[in-house]
């Protein structure tokens, strides 16, 4: 065995320039591939750890069923009463798992300066539970602070934040006073003074003119009502999400409760549709590098055959099989491909180790500050990577390597 | 028709052989009749196109005839599969040829190993018979050179020593001194003559060369496909049952 990947390799390094470039194709391909891929990732974790940990929205939520199809219709009969929420905390009392519990109610209403209304759609949440979802981010994420102002507190009722848009379209700045309009559970108008806390910016445009956050007991306070619309629960662990989503789902349903039970990447949009997005930029890239590595291979195989006609002739004279002939070949593109990809992996651990040193920055979708860009090494994505690479040189010689197989050997020999 | 002497190595019977050019036909070979047997040194001669070339890539398995029986060790080639063939020539048939198709990232050593490594023998023991063979051809000095670096007539002896190293039955010579200087290619007859008569090796090639062919025990004259002249001056008694397809 060794006698033929050393005639291979030999082979290899006989038209030195051809097969150099075939190498750098390969390496540049595999490194493009990863790069992205790791851009890809460094993008998603930071979306699922945005959605999860900085706008503390959890793993799972708990909602009444119907209420994501029927709740803005309909709201007062898919709120979760104090009684039901008794009964739940003691189902979330059985999970360690979940380290945080964060009640929500969301409202809408007008906001006035005192002088002109606006609508406003709001997350009414327990400040110091969102803060404690904060905290359990990693990296980063966990140290952007994503409004100018100060904190919401969980008994100083009438802090508010806004988003820019909606505070200029009020003329509010951070401490002005406003008031909120909005139906109670039972239909009558209420209203509640506020003063502006925060401001930050919407997550998308359409809602740059709309967006409020006010503390749980300033929401419950306007709805007039103890209830919420959804608990939302931080886990320990991303991996264990589907795990415990099926098993609440079971314990409160065997409760006799009508509940269900979402996942963060179910209830996040904006996270999957970014993801879709960069998977067909991934595939349309990976496709683009693929096509270009198999036309390398297959060109410097095929030429490599034609060069060498008279050889093929002369080792099928010597008793060489034409599985003989195949696997030389075999041999040679599985080289260019090991070689090629140990390319690739230099150039991409130069790539990241080059990010890592100079940490450039950019402002990322629905964050508005600078955040250093990062490229992760994703083992999976490089072994992947290697034994496609080397699967696709094998495929992109076959069809030369056949060819050269099933020659005449009087017709090879006579070559010229 | 049984005989005394050498037992028969290569039997061909009624052999033609037609190559096929888009749809022009071209006949190489004619009804040929033959028999080779084991010892002897046969030179097959005549002019360009007269089937020489044909003759010995049948003999020597690299081609299958279009019409009669080739026999190799008493075995109808055309019963093999390509896989079986190859096994025979591995085994059974060394060549040498015009441009001594010496594989060029190989050594000379790597290259006269190079038939035994292809049957599976261990590198230790195909180094071991590939240096003896060198010796032989005296090129053990030149064992790590490339065939880059000899010269045509030590690259003949290369793959002299290469046709040899299975110790096969046949070796089948295209034209082997045609690419050599006078000298040359008198040390390489010298160097076949020798290892036919020592190792009772046998040899069949084809040849324009006359000082070669007054070294050869039997001639075999082609033209037009045909054997038109196999004689054997010195030991007429060897061709007791060799018939002429004229």
């Known amino acids: ?190 209203a509640l003074d506020a003063q502006v806390f925060q401001l930050f910016d919407g997550p998308v445009e359409a809602l740059e003119d709309k967006l409020m956050s006010v503390s749980l007991k300033f929401a419950q306070s306007l709805y007039d009502t103890g209830s919420v619309d ?54 349309f890239t990976f496709l683009i590098v693929f096509t270009i590595v198999v036309m390398s291979v297959i060109n410097t195989v095929s030429m490599a055959i034609m060069e060498r006609t008279r050889e093929i002739g002369t080792l099928r004279a010597l ?3 034409r599985r003989g002939i195949v696997g030389l070949f075999a041999a040679e593109s599985m080289l260019l491909g090991i070689l090629g990809s140990l390319l690739g992996m230099a150039l991409t651990l130069i790539t990241w180790s080059g990010v890592a040193f100079f940490k450039p920055t950019w402002i990322p979708p629905q964050i508005t500050r600078r955040v250093p860009l990062e490229v992760y090494l994703v083992p999976d994505y490089m072994l992947y990577s290697i034994l496609l690479l080397i699967v696709l040189s094998l495929a992109a010689a076959s069809l030369p390597a056949r060819t050269a197989a099933r020659m005449q050997i009087v017709g090879a020999l006579g070559h010229t | 028709m049984s005989r005394i002497g050498p037992p028969l190595l290569v039997e061909l019977r009624q052999v033609g052989k037609v190559y096929h050019l888009g749809e022009s036909r071209i006949t190489a070979l004619k009804t040929v009749n033959l028999s080779i047997h084991r010892g002897e040194f046969v030179a097959v001669w005549g002019p360009s196109g007269s089937g020489k070339s044909t003759l010995c890539n049948l003999i020597g398995l690299l081609d299958v005839c279009s019409s009669g029986t080739v026999r190799f060790e008493g075995q109808d080639v055309a019963a093999l599969s390509d896989d079986q063939r190859s096994e025979l020539r591995n085994r059974g048939i060394g060549f040498v040829f015009q441009s001594f198709n010496l594989i060029p990232v190989l050594s000379a050593l790597e290259n006269v190993m190079l038939p035994l490594q292809i049957s599976g023998v261990s590198t230790a023991q195909a180094r071991r018979a590939a240096r003896k063979r060198l010796a032989e051809v005296g090129l053990d000095d030149h064992a790590a050179h490339r065939p880059a670096k000899l010269s045509g007539g030590q690259q003949q002896r290369v793959a002299i020593a290469r046709a040899l190293v299975t110790d096969p039955a046949l070796v089948i010579a295209d034209e082997p001194t045609a690419n050599l200087d006078s000298e040359n290619a008198l040390r390489i007859t010298e160097l076949m003559r020798r290892l036919n008569s020592n190792n009772g090796t046998t040899f069949v090639f084809s040849t324009h060369d006359q000082r070669l062919l007054e070294r050869v025990e039997r001639q075999i004259q082609m033209r037009d496909g045909e054997i038109i002249d196999d004689r054997s001056p010195e030991q007429p008694a060897m061709r007791l049952d060799r018939s002429v397809g004229l």
């Open chain 1, 1 to 190: 065995m060794m006698t033929w990947i050393k005639l291979a390799l030999r082979n290899l390094f006989r038209n030195r320039r051809r097969s150099l470039f075939t190498i750098l194709a390969i390496g540049l391909g595999f490194a493009a591939v990863n790069t992205l891929g790791g851009f890809t990732a460094y993008i998603f974790t930071s979306l699922k750890d945005s959605y999860i940990y900085a706008q503390g929205n959890g793993h799972l939520s708990v909602f009444k069923t119907g209420f994501l199809q029927e709740g803005k219709l309909d709201p007062t009969r898919y709120l979760i009463d104090e009684e039901e929420m008794g009964v739940i905390q003691q189902v979330l009392a059985r999970h360690p798992e979940i380290v945080v519990v964060a009640p929500q109610l969301h409202i809408s209403g007008l906001l006035s300066n005192g002088k002109v209304s606006t609508i406003f759609i709001a997350a009414g949440r327990v400040p110091s539970a969102v803060r404690r979802i904060n905290e359990h981010a990693r990296g980063m994420i966990g140290k952007i602070q994503l409004f100018d102002g100060k904190s919401l507190e969980d008994d100083v009722i009438h802090g508010i934040g806004l988003s820019r848009g909606l505070a200029e379209q009020l003329n509010l700045d951070l401490g002005s006073d406003a008031v909120a309009m909005a139906p109670t559970v039972s239909g009558q108008i209420n």
């Open chain 1, 230 to 283: 959804r608990l939302t629960l931080l886990l320990t662990n991303d991996d264990t999400t589907e795990t415990v989503r099926a098993q609440l789902a079971g314990e409160l349903a065997a409760e006799g409760l009508k509940l269900e039970v979402k996942t963060w990447n179910e209830l996040s949009t904006f996270y999957t549709k970014v993801k879709q997005m960069f998977d067909v930029i991934f595939l």
């Open chain 1, 319 to 321: 008793g060489f099989k």
